[in-house]
Structure formats: C-alpha cells, structure tokens
C-alpha cells in the first residue's frame, strides 16, 4: 500500500496519562502516517487502549498533545466533535442500539452528526453492511444476528462516517475463535485499500501480516518499535522477546 511519509495524520508528543495516582501512559510519543496500520502490541494492562482512547479524545490527557491532521486536539478551543467525525473508531464491545436494525444502528450517526438526507444514509448504510458481508442482514437486529455479524455491523457504522483513520481496541477478543477470522478478513480489506489504522490487537499472526509498522508498549512506555520483520524476527528488546516468545 502507498503511505505518504510526507504526512503524519497522527501526532502523538510527550502524552501522559494517569488516574488518580497510577500513571498509565509515560511519555509516550509515536507518528501515524497516511495509508499505514500500526499494530499496538503488550501484555494487558500496558496502555494500548488507553492510548487509542486518548487519540479520540474518550480520555484526557494528563499531559502533552495530540495533533490530528495538524490540529492540536488537546486544546479546550477545538470541537472534537468535529474531529471524531474523521476518526472512526471500533470497540471490543459492539455498542449497537438493540432497538434499532443493523440498517438503522449504521444510519443513525451519519443523520445526526453529518445531516445527511434519510435517503442518502440509508444507501451509504447498505452499502457499508454489504461491504462487511452482512448484505443479506440489513433488516435484523442486534439479538438475532451472533456476536461477529454484531461486530461486523459496528465496523460498517464506523466506514458510513468516511474516516481518515480507523481505530480498532482488540475488536476479536470479545468473539468465539471461530468468528474471530471473518473479522480480521475484513480489517485486511481495509489495510489493501489503504486505510489509515492503528489496531490494538493479540492477534499476532495478523499483525505480522497486515502491520507496516508495531510497536510494543509495556507499563505506559514504548518498549520498542519497528517493522514487524524486525519485531517478530529480531526484537532488540529482552521484553519483547519474552512476550513473544510466551504467546508465539
């Protein structure tokens, strides 16, 4: 895929964040170009998504800043409304309206937040679930469709919003191993088509697969970062190698 290194879509510079006494991230900073999929590895606990939800603005930073396409984030002056409406954003727990259709769950944000015509929604909706295979499944909702089609219906909201960047928080770990595949196949499609991402993630044959760039975070630091042929086949740090050679 072409990244344009010109470019950093994300900039994240000396970003601190604690929670009463327990500083979870320390110091961290990390660039995002266009077109690249940063994999977030680490043993639970180490920050990943704390880090994912400080780059949309769910968490405050203690400390530091967050430039999104040049815009400081960070500042009480910018509507970070008007940011996330360029920062889709895919959670663990699939947060679907249970009222609503799949249909209805991917139409409701582009009509509230980007006002678009009922008519207009509804055609990007079933474009969006139909690019997630759920063409057959626009009409059901979230109780009769399993937890991976639920998935697949969060992932499709996120797309009818056009972000520039894709924010995926261990988006499988919720799902029976057997459903975990079809999600991962999507986020694949999207990396060949060029999205922008950054994935927290456990899947680690994956990563090395889709990733052009990783970094493996422990106790809020960045431990290390690299090419994931560097990573997975000669980290240079003790920790890294521990943790991969746990769980690969």
Not at 8 to 18: F, M, N, P, R, W
Not at 36 to 58: A, D, Y
Not at 118 to 123: D, L, N, P, R, S
Request: include cysteine.
């Amino acid at each position: 895929m072409a990244i344009d290194n010109t470019d950093a879509i994300i900039k994240v510079e000396h970003l601190t964040k604690s929670f009463g006494h327990t500083e979870v991230l320390k110091d961290v900073s990390l660039e995002v170009y266009r077109g690249e999929v940063v994999v977030l590895l680490g043993p639970s606990g180490s920050g990943k998504s704390t880090l994912l939800r400080c780059i949309n603005m769910l968490e405050v930073p203690t400390s530091g800043k967050i430039l999104f396409e040049g815009t400081d984030i960070t500042k009480k002056s910018v509507n970070i409304n008007k940011i996330r409406e360029h920062l889709g954003m895919v959670f663990q727990n699939f947060n679907l309206f249970p009222h609503l259709t799949a249909k209805s769950n991917v139409m409701i944000a582009q009509r509230k937040v980007l006002k678009r015509s009922k008519e207009e929604a509804e055609k990007n909706a079933v474009k969006q679930l139909a690019r997630v295979n759920l063409a057959n499944r626009v009409d059901y909702y979230p109780s009769e469709l399993s937890g991976g089609q639920q998935q697949r219906v969060a992932i499709a909201r996120a797309l009818a919003m056009d972000p520039h960047v894709m924010l995926f928080d261990e988006v499988t770990s919720a799902l029976d191993p057997e459903l975990v595949r079809g999600i991962l196949d999507i986020m694949r499609e999207l990396a060949s088509e060029g999205m922008t991402m950054m994935i927290v993630t456990h899947e680690l044959n994956f990563a090395r697969d889709v990733a052009d760039h990783i970094i493996f975070m422990e106790k809020g630091h960045i431990v290390e970062r690299g090419a994931p042929e560097q990573i997975f086949n000669n980290p240079e740090s003790e920790r890294t190698k521990a943790f991969l050679g746990n769980i690969y």
